[in-house]
């Protein structure tokens, strides 16, 4: 088992910028890949970004890329994900996930993690 715990949401601005966090427990989490996905009300859980194993491959959707980045640190069993220059689309609660141990690639697919987060809300004002 792995225990996911999201911290970092908030509300800010457009043009803002927050810092999610996602502290592991449990199972070694450097066997685990690790991704972001997040979901705004009344639509469908939507891919963020992803982290391989190793830290060395990443994947990110083309509605983020070049505004977010994913990080993990080893030391502390912590994964980040860095959000600037936000927009009000980015509005949803973000999930922290874990999958594919012992892999080495960034899945993109939800149904790769075998572990959720409680969720933390972000919320972006115009």
């Known amino acids: 088992q792995v225990q996911l715990v999201e911290s970092g949401g908030g509300a800010v601005q457009a043009g803002g910028s927050l810092r999610l966090s996602c502290a592991a427990s449990g199972r070694t989490f450097n066997i685990f890949a690790m991704g972001w996905f997040r979901q705004a009300p009344g639509k469908e859980r939507e891919f963020v970004q992803a982290?391989?194993?190793?830290?060395?491959?990443?994947s990110s959707s083309s509605s983020v890329k070049g505004r977010f980045t994913i990080s993990r640190d080893h030391a502390n069993n912590t994964m980040y994900l860095q959000m600037n220059s936000l927009k009000p689309e980015d509005t949803a609660v973000y999930y922290c996930?874990?999958?594919?141990?012992?892999?080495?690639?960034?899945?993109?697919?939800?149904?790769?993690?075998?572990?959720w987060g409680q969720g933390t809300q972000v919320t972006v004002s115009s």
């Open positions: 996930a874990a999958g594919r141990p012992h892999s080495d690639y960034a899945p993109r697919s939800w149904n790769e993690y075998d572990y």
């Open positions: 982290i391989s194993r190793s830290g060395g491959s990443t």
